[in-house]
């Protein structure tokens, strides 16, 4: 009996101690980030103590009531002799200590070093003992998880050839410049848009995607909007139950069975999905930043990007627990997108420029290496060459490197010719295959534009076209397909700009941008979305729609935030669709409204109307759908009334 009873006690010691785990992304042959404090973690039995040990450093603590535990190393520094790292029974070996870098992003940054003959050539010189590479394995989920199966593989041709040939050729570059330790995590998903790669909590932080936000969290499973709305649902079958036995008994026809709520599939693009699967797991991994490329799947629709950009970035600096963590990411490549506006791509790229207004992001722009015909770019070098210039002058102190290519910093008319002045020039502007300076355009009074000479002034280029003797407007590289030839003299290519897009001179400020609204008929089908964006996209989140009640008038209105003066209003509508009349009020307080002009649009077409008055002071913008054409344009009911933008100015 006391044989038994020793035996049982250690059995149960040996099960307790045999609990501790630690998630995949410890595991031999890691990097432990340098110079930062260092969180271990994992699971035991609940109250077990828990000693984890490395480099010195003996940290000691309990799991709680859920088996979860976890401990903060002091930082490291960097030390490319393999370690021990011991957590309980739990021994990892060979971990060195140096730079971790995340590299996330879809098919570009997923894109492998084996698929492209290029990349393919260095696979066999791919023997770097101290690059660690380790790739997150493409799995969705509609909660957070918090491990996923993985481990770390030393640098070897067989581990560099599937592995991402933009992040591999990030951490060699760091490896050979830094000369410590470098570790990549892959975490990269081809075709997938920003939206699955976000938190929740991250959309939560940008007040401009609040609506977005709620239809997500209304269609997740878990979230306790969710439950709310499959409880009232339970609540009407239990009603419908009791009305369908009694319509049964009086041999009556049984009404429908109510609707039940829609709720997001797991897939790679669910919002979400591929945070909870594919980041939450690593959390709260410490490393120095991460890499992004990403956006083709996103390309249509504008400033809402931007948006969604400051949503990715709030979601991971959280729960990473960096609030300055530093992010760099790769403005896409020209590419043809099919029978799509050439203007598109263009104003996505003014888009992913808008994102340097974020804290702590760099982009690396690409256009001189795009490829037309493949959306896919070959020379993936480069591209992590120009990102590595990022974490070489913001993080590891070559202030002697700008890491940007020539931008867009103003413009002056100077008689017949535009002077367009840039930033970030370096030893100064050329031509990258010494012929003359390709894509650029200007325009007089009448907006049409015209191929321009551009001849290189310093920091300028002079713009000029026999075409054009007023110009007052210009643009560069603007179109989908421009892979022009201006770089600064360290080889790095400038940037597309349009001198009177987003905000237009002449006109001044939107004064509608950003703005929120309030509708009469509120669309209920993923259409309420946006009516002031700055974007022309004529499909969500760009574009607008009341809901397909048949009661006319119904109207919209756009509250401007404060008491403003206005004289001209531009409504635009979409090609799809059957909006006809719309009329255009104003309001000091959001009761009384007075008309200041209206317009029919056309069937079938996209247009947009310019409504001129005297200055008038409103706080409030009501657009009024007054009637619909007979006939449809698009598979749409004609009792939605599409808008694609609503702007409000005040000119001079």
Not at 251 to 258: C, H, I, S
Not at 365 to 377: C, K, L
Not at 452 to 475: C, F, M, T
Not at 602 to 611: I, N, P, Q, V, Y
Request: charged share 20%; with cysteine; aromatic share 10%.
């Amino acid at each position: 009996m006391k044989l038994f009873s020793l035996c049982a006690c250690l059995a149960a010691l040996t099960t307790a101690h045999a609990a501790v785990q630690m998630p995949s992304i410890f595991t031999d042959h890691m990097v432990l980030q340098r110079e930062l404090p260092v969180p271990v973690w994992g699971k035991a039995a609940p109250g077990e103590e828990v000693t984890v040990e490395f480099a010195g450093q003996k940290k000691s603590t309990k799991a709680d009531a859920n088996g979860r535990w976890m401990v903060k190393l002091d930082p490291l520094t960097a030390n490319a002799e393999p370690q021990v790292l011991k957590a309980g029974n739990v021994t990892i070996q060979d971990v060195l200590v140096g730079e971790v870098w995340l590299a996330s992003g879809q098919s570009n940054m997923e894109w492998e070093m084996q698929m492209k003959p290029d990349s393919a050539a260095d696979i066999p010189k791919a023997d770097h003992p101290n690059l660690r590479l380790i790739e997150v394995p493409k799995t969705v989920a509609l909660s957070p998880q918090d491990n996923v199966p993985t481990a770390w593989a030393r640098c070897t041709p067989a581990s560099a050839g599937p592995f991402s040939s933009v992040g591999y050729y990030f951490g060699l570059r760091l490896l050979e410049e830094l000369k410590v330790p470098v570790g990549v995590i892959q975490s990269a998903w081809g075709g997938t848009r920003i939206e699955p790669w976000t938190s929740l909590e991250g959309f939560d932080a940008v007040p401009a995607l609040k609506d977005f936000t709620a239809d997500v969290r209304a269609k997740l499973p878990g979230s306790d909007a969710y439950r709310a709305a499959n409880e009232k649902y339970l609540g009407a079958v239990e009603a419908w139950t009791k009305t369908a036995r009694a319509a049964l008994e009086q041999k009556q026809a049984v009404p429908a069975l109510p609707a039940q709520p829609a709720a997001l599939p797991a897939n790679p693009g669910t919002p979400t999905c591929l945070y909870n699967a594919m980041i939450h797991p690593l959390v709260p991994f410490a490393f120095r930043g991460a890499i992004w490329y990403q956006g083709e799947s996103n390309h249509n629709e504008g400033f809402a990007y931007t948006d969604k950009t400051r949503a990715l970035l709030a979601s991971w600096r959280s729960v990473f627990q960096q609030p300055n963590l530093p992010f760099y990411f790769v403005q896409i490549a020209p590419w043809q997108y099919g029978a799509e506006d050439v203007q598109i791509l263009p104003q996505f790229w003014q888009a992913q420029r808008e994102c340097l207004g974020i804290p702590n992001t760099g982009m690396a722009t690409i256009s001189d290496i795009g490829e037309v015909a493949d959306i896919h770019p070959a020379h993936k070098k480069e591209v992590a060459r120009r990102l590595s210039l990022w974490a070489l002058a913001r993080n590891y102190g070559h202030s002697e490197i700008d890491p940007n290519g020539p931008l867009f910093a103003g413009y002056a008319v100077e008689g017949s010719t535009i002077r367009v002045k840039f930033d970030h020039t370096g030893g100064g502007l050329a031509s990258r295959d010494g012929k003359p300076l390709s894509h650029f355009e200007i325009a007089g009074k009448d907006g049409i534009f015209h191929p321009a000479e551009a001849k290189i002034d310093g920091s300028s280029v002079l713009l000029s076209a026999a075409a054009v003797p007023q110009p007052r407007r210009a643009r560069f590289a603007w179109s989908k397909l421009a892979i022009h030839n201006l770089m600064n003299k360290e080889g790095l290519t400038a940037t597309a700009f349009h001198t009177h897009w987003p905000v237009d001179p002449d006109l001044g400020d939107n004064l509608a941008r950003g703005c929120t609204w309030e509708s009469s008929d509120k669309n209920t089908y993923g259409w309420d979305t946006g009516l002031t964006d700055g974007s022309l996209l004529e499909y969500p989140p760009n574009c607008y729609a009341t809901s397909n009640t048949d009661k006319f008038p119904k109207h919209v209105t756009i509250d401007l935030k404060k008491a403003q003066t206005i004289n001209l209003v531009r409504v635009s509508v979409p090609n799809v669709g059957s909006t006809k009349t719309v009329s255009v009020s104003l309001s000091t307080d959001g009761k009384a409204f007075r008309e200041v002009g209206r317009h029919a649009f056309s069937l079938a077409k996209s247009e947009t109307a310019g409504l001129t008055f005297a200055d008038a002071e409103a706080r409030y913008l009501r657009i009024t759908y007054l009637d619909h054409h007979d006939k449809l344009s698009g598979e749409y009911p004609n009792t939605f009334s599409f808008t694609t933008e609503v702007e409000a100015y005040r000119t001079k």
